[in-house]
C-alpha cells in the first residue's frame, strides 16, 4: 500500500497501525472504531506479554482498559491505544538506559 | 535484553525506542536527553522519506521540529517524539482505512 523498500522505522510504525486495525472493531462511523473489552484482553495476552505482566490476569487487564479508556466511552481509539503503546515504549526506554549506565560503571 | 521471541508488535516498539536512542543526544542528567536539530533533520530524511514530505527542505523540516518542540528546550524528548510518531501513524491508519472503503464500493 506504500512505495515499497520502507524504512526499517517506517515499517514498525506500519505494524503497530496494523496492529491497532486487527483489534479495532469495524464500525460504519469511523469515528467509533476503536478496541472493546474482549479485543483489548486478547490484544495484550497475544501481542504484549513479553513486555507486560499479568497480561492473562482477566482484572488486571480491565483496570488497564479502563485508565487507558480516557474518554470513557468503552472503546479504545487510536489515539489512547498510542498513548498506551507509549508508556509500555517509555519503561522499555528507561531500561534500556538503566543498563546502559550500569554498563558504563 | 528482552527475553527471546518478541512478538511483531513488541519488536516495532522496541524499533522505535531503538530509533530514538539512537538519534538523541547523551548526557549525564538523563531529562536533557533529546534529538538536536542536525539529529532531527538526519532522522527524518534517513528513517522517513516514504512516508514525510519534504525530508529534504531544511526550511520544512525545521518547522516541524519547532512544532513538536513542546517544551522549546530545543530538544525533542522521548514524549515529544512519540507524539510525532502517533502523528505520522494517524496519517497510516487515514490511509489505510480510506483504501478499505473505496476498496468496499
Redesign the interface.
Known amino acids: 500500500?506504500?512505495?515499497a523498500?520502507?524504512?526499517?522505522?517506517?515499517?514498525?510504525?506500519?505494524?503497530?497501525?496494523?496492529?491497532?486495525?486487527k483489534y479495532a472493531s469495524k464500525g460504519f462511523c469511523?469515528r467509533k472504531r476503536g478496541i472493546n473489552k474482549g479485543s483489548f484482553q486478547k490484544m495484550l495476552s497475544?501481542?504484549?506479554?513479553?513486555?507486560l505482566t499479568d497480561t492473562e490476569n482477566k482484572q488486571a487487564v480491565d483496570q488497564m482498559r479502563q485508565s487507558c479508556d480516557k474518554n470513557q466511552d468503552g472503546l479504545i481509539g487510536?489515539?489512547e491505544y498510542?498513548h498506551l503503546?507509549?508508556t509500555?515504549?517509555?519503561s522499555?526506554?528507561f531500561?534500556?538506559?538503566e543498563?546502559e549506565e550500569n554498563a558504563e560503571k
Not at 523498500?5 to 486495525?21: F, G, H, M, P, R
Not at 497475544?46 to 513486555?51: A, G, V
Request: hydrophobic letters at 50%.
Open positions: 500500500m506504500m512505495a523498500q520502507l524504512s526499517e522505522l517506517e515499517e514498525a510504525i506500519e505494524t503497530l497501525v496494523k496492529n491497532y486495525d469511523r497475544q501481542e504484549l506479554h513479553h513486555m487510536f489515539e498510542w503503546m507509549g509500555i515504549a517509555n522499555l526506554l531500561t534500556m538506559e543498563l
